[in-house]
């Protein structure tokens, strides 16, 4: 695997930023304790997010994704959002423009990476994987299936803290019916081109009870959905143990040589 530091400029935010990108590397005979399953012609890739502490770094420096994808021959994409819950902020940067929709086209221009949905995923933990949802639902065109690991659900609970909503949706209400997960998920139901949904969470996790919520909505409605819960908190152990579920769960076990 290659890990390479991507610094552009992003037209949604008007500014430079930057992802941290693994992808496969072809030629890596005589490599000590890794195996790389790079035999495609162009790679599948997940877009992989980061929850609201932390930033584009998190993943690689709390897990091990790099090993896991080379079982897979797969590209792992990692961007900042800042503390946006992946919205076009209404007081701040387009950050749901940039990582749904303008990245996947940056990433293929540099990079030998698939356009097809069927090749294209999204995952995420806490904040990132309410992002992971939300962009697998709203861009069903775009991405086949969406994984969150102890997903904010239910953002319901974000209108309780009006420092936290009021720049991402402005003095409103409630929560904007596209970025509510409850009701993307109902307006989805009947496209052919719904994503596939996965949910891993702990059962100690303090947004365990909003998980269960959305699981019981989706036990009404017509999706792939699967739905994993075990002992655990809101912790990196538990995501570094589950993100290697997602992986199987969307590309189904790996080859061996």
Not at 123 to 132: I, V
Not at 207 to 234: C, I, P, Q
Request: one cysteine or more; charged letters at 30%.
């Amino acid at each position: 695997m290659a890990l390479i530091d991507l610094k552009f400029y992003s037209e949604a935010l008007g500014m430079q930023t930057e992802v941290y990108v693994v992808i496969p590397q072809k030629s890596t005979a005589g490599e000590i304790g890794v195996e790389t399953n790079a035999k495609a012609e162009k790679y599948k890739c997940l877009y992989l997010l980061h929850g609201l502490s932390d930033d584009h770094s998190i993943w690689l420096r709390r897990t091990s994704i790099e090993r896991y994808a080379s079982e897979y021959g797969i590209c792992v994409v990692m961007p900042a959002a800042a503390r946006s819950f992946y919205t076009d902020m209404k007081y701040g940067q387009k950050y749901y423009t940039y990582i749904a929709k303008e990245l996947p086209r940056i990433i293929r221009e540099f990079l030998n990476v698939s356009d097809k949905r069927e090749d294209n995923f999204v995952a995420g933990l806490s904040m990132g994987g309410y992002g992971a949802l939300k962009i697998a639902l709203r861009e069903c065109d775009s991405f086949c299936a969406g994984a969150g690991l102890s997903p904010a659900a239910d953002i319901s609970h974000i209108m309780q803290d009006k420092e936290r909503y009021l720049p991402l949706y402005g003095n409103v209400k409630k929560v904007p019916e596209n970025e509510d997960l409850f009701c993307l998920a109902k307006k989805q139901n009947k496209n052919p081109n719904k994503p596939r949904l996965y949910i891993g969470i702990g059962t100690e996790d303090f947004l365990y009870e909003g998980n269960v919520r959305f699981r019981k909505l989706m036990d009404e409605l017509d999706y792939d959905f699967t739905y994993r819960e075990s002992a655990g908190t809101h912790c990196w152990e538990f995501w570094d143990e589950y993100i290697q579920y997602v992986l199987e769960w969307m590309l189904g076990k790996p080859e061996k040589e």
